[in-house]
T-cell receptor
Framework: EPEVTQTPSHQVTQMGQEVILRCVPISNHLYFYWYRQILGQKVEFLVSFYNNEISEKSEIFDDQFSVERPDGSNFTLKIRSTKLEDSAMYFC???????????????FGPGTRLLVL | KQEVTQIPAALSVPEGENLVLNCSFTDSAIYNLQWFRQDPGKGLTSLLLIQSSQREQTSGRLNASLDKSSGRSTLYIAASQPGDSATYLCAVKGAQKLVFGQGTRLTINP
């Protein structure tokens, strides 16, 4: 069964450093998402991406964040200058469509655990 | 702003029992609702998606109901097994994003 994959599974970085989190969405999916989950808190939406553009972003997704689909398979989240509060599990997700119907179900990757020291 | 609440936060039941997990949301203008399972330190596994026009959706021992007008959904698990132990999350969908509840941590005791 097709699945979303993410690399690395764990990343430790120093405050102020740049990190790039990588995702390979399900191959025929068209909509891509990043979410994060700070330890003990709810899963929070960061950004959605369609047709090589950001289609929606949350207040969390400020200028230090960026997303890119550099080729036909990868989807990346870059954090330019990490802060302590960026420590979280970051999940990539993809869906075939958006909207109301069953094909809009979002499928999540296993996550990247980011620790900022 | 959409808020999603799940009650109870934790539930422990003996193996074989039927159980119900609850999810409520504040804004009934949703596209659909998804139930997920999360194992400790792992990703989210999609269990069921129920469209805003549907009342119920079933998959194996799982049955999800949706009452959009009252802002409620339930996940019914029949004949629970120890392997069902996990955190169950509900999430409601607006145009693009999912808004998640805090989850119910379920423990099934052998």
């Amino acid at each position: 069964e097709p699945e979303v994959t993410q690399t690395p599974s764990h990343q430790v970085t120093q405050m102020g450093q740049e990190v790039i989190l990588r995702c390979v969405p399900i191959s025929n999916h068209l909509y891509f998402y990043w979410y994060r989950q700070i330890l003990g808190q709810k899963v929070e939406f960061l950004v959605s991406f369609y047709n090589n553009e950001i289609s929606e972003k949350s207040e969390i997704f400020d200028d230090q964040f960026s997303v890119e689909r550099p080729d036909g398979s990868n989807f990346t989240l870059k954090i330019r200058s990490t802060k302590l509060e960026d420590s979280a599990m970051y999940f990539c997700a993809s869906s075939l469509t958006s909207g109301r119907f069953i094909r809009s179900a979002q499928y999540f990757g296993p996550g990247t655990r980011l620790l900022v020291l | 702003k959409q808020e999603v609440t799940q009650i109870p936060a934790a539930l422990s039941v003996p193996e074989g029992e039927n159980l119900v997990l609850n999810c409520s949301f504040t804004d009934s203008a949703i596209y659909n609702l998804q139930w997920f399972r999360q194992d400790p330190g792992k990703g989210l596994t999609s269990l069921l998606l129920i469209q805003s026009s549907q009342r119920e959706q079933t998959s194996g021992r799982l049955n999800a109901s949706l009452d959009k007008s009252s802002g409620r959904s339930t996940l019914y698990i029949a004949a629970s097994q120890p392997g069902d132990s996990a955190t169950y999350l509900c999430a409601v969908k607006g145009a693009q994003k999912l808004v998640f509840g805090q989850g119910t941590r379920l423990t099934i005791n052998p």
